[in-house]
């Protein structure tokens, strides 16, 4: 530590809803092309680094999320985050992290991105790198798709593999309802289904789109700040495979969407699902019936700031 580098730095990096997923075929290489439209919410990851001789983590739940199966080694995106910044900047000094996560692990919100990202702000400031975004942005591209998201925040179309970003304007909040669920979805596995979810009806839905676009009217309605009309458009492709392999969330939607939601559809690829309402006394009153159902439900808003030191 020297006299301009702080003691310790506390980030703070939110999760993502796709409001939108359009999926291409998978390609040669396995995965999937993509067009998506994110928007960070207010739900957030905490992370705080101090100075240590090498790289350690940490990790502990702030609300109804387990943490049990996080790794805490390198298989952890937020310490490999570390690592790749101390090697890019040539920086000879290690970090203890130490994350209170609020997103749900394995529920389709990029909890582990949003680590990934504040690792990097986290780093970058007690360090005193002082960092381009745009070079934190490259390095973030590197260690997983949905990692330059949880850096920018606000609202976002994303193709490629949803880490070529463009920012989208979005006037107004959107105010959502969050479902979690306790046991995890793997992303890959999802992505299987929903190969052989084409597969098995291509007589009826035809093939995947060749360049997957996100629909027109989705961002009109982000510009206009329009939840009604957000709701009429949203999308996941992800969505029936992910219900396919947990018929569960089907029941769980259905709860949602009679309750007073406008919409309701699966976070990414699950299991949390995400209920736009009409506005936020349309949020607390859907949050209230949800919870008096026995469901756990998180009410959150959007769009907000992507990975930033508090």
């Not at 957030?44 to 790794?71: C, I, K, N």
């Not at 949880?150 to 179309?157: D, E, P």
């Amino acid at each position: 530590m020297t006299p301009h580098t702080p003691a310790s730095v506390r980030v703070r990096a939110p999760g993502k809803i796709n409001v939108f997923l359009e999926v291409g075929d998978v390609q040669d290489d396995g995965y999937h092309e993509l067009a998506t439209a994110f928007q960070a919410v207010s739900l957030y990851e905490e992370m705080t680094a101090t100075h240590a001789d090498g790289f350690s983590l940490e990790v502990s739940a702030r609300g109804p999320v387990d943490v049990e199966g996080v790794p805490t080694d390198d298989r952890n995106l937020a310490l490999r985050a570390a690592r790749l910044l101390a090697q890019t900047a040539g920086v000879d000094r290690g970090a203890h992290l130490s994350i209170r996560k609020a997103v749900p692990v394995a529920g389709g919100m990029g909890g582990g991105s949003a680590d990934a990202a504040a690792a990097l702000v986290a780093c970058d400031a007690l360090w005193g790198l002082g960092m381009p975004t745009s070079e934190l942005g490259r390095l973030a591209a590197r260690l997983g798709a949905d990692v330059p998201f949880a850096l920018m925040g606000g609202t976002a179309v994303g193709t490629g593999r949803g880490d070529e970003l463009s920012p989208a304007l979005a006037r107004g909040r959107f105010d959502w309802v969050l479902v979690p669920n306790e046991v995890g979805m793997s992303t890959p596995v999802v992505y299987g289904e929903l190969d052989a979810h084409r597969e098995r009806h291509a007589v009826d839905i035809g093939p995947a789109p060749r360049v997957p676009a996100v629909d027109p009217d989705v961002l009109h309605a982000l510009r206009q700040g329009d939840a009604k009309m957000l709701a009429a458009t949203l999308r996941n492709d992800l969505q029936a495979p992910a219900l396919h392999l947990r018929p569960d969330l089907a029941r769980v939607l259905e709860r949602g969407e009679s309750s007073g939601a406008l919409a309701g559809l699966v976070s990414g690829s699950g299991p949390t699902l995400a209920f736009l309402a009409a506005d936020e006394a349309s949020a607390i009153d859907l949050q209230v019936t949800l919870s008096a159902a026995g469901l756990v439900a998180l009410h959150v808003h959007g769009p907000v700031p992507g990975a930033r030191v508090v």
